[in-house]
């Protein structure tokens, strides 16, 4: 079956960095829309970066200019970069693709999830 592998999650200082890497796996035959999620403890789970269907990147304003997102296509792999980490950027960060899968209806995938704590 199709799934989302997370990696690359922990604990950093303020200030340092981190990568998460998502890859998806099974028999694909189109991978649509790809990124991240995050949510916060109280808050509403957010978008925090993504490439839309036809290929271009959405960054949410309170990460731009410290997160990037880039893609492995061969590898069906995403990346966040996150640099400038922020105590506020703490989250349970979740991959999503819109993936159709050989002889299945597309839908959305989640991965597993990974924790990112910013703390010092």
């Known amino acids: 079956q199709v799934q989302l592998v997370e990696s690359g999650g922990g604990l950093v200082q303020p200030g340092g960095s981190l990568r998460l890497s998502c890859a998806a796996s099974g028999s694909i035959f189109r991978i649509y829309a790809m990124g991240w999620y995050r949510q916060a403890p109280g808050k509403q789970r957010e978008l925090v970066a993504g490439?839309?269907?036809?290929?271009?990147?959405n960054i949410a304003d309170s990460v731009k200019g410290r997160f990037t997102i880039s893609r492995d296509n061969a590898k069906s792999t995403v990346y966040l970069q996150m640099n400038s980490l922020r105590a506020e950027d703490t989250a349970v960060y979740y991959c999503?693709?819109?993936?159709?899968?050989?002889?299945?209806?597309?839908?959305?995938?989640w991965g597993q999830g990974s924790q990112v704590t910013v703390s010092s």
């Open positions: 999503n693709a819109d993936i159709w899968p050989i002889g299945t209806i597309r839908r959305d995938y």
């Open positions: 490439f839309t269907s036809s290929g271009s990147a």
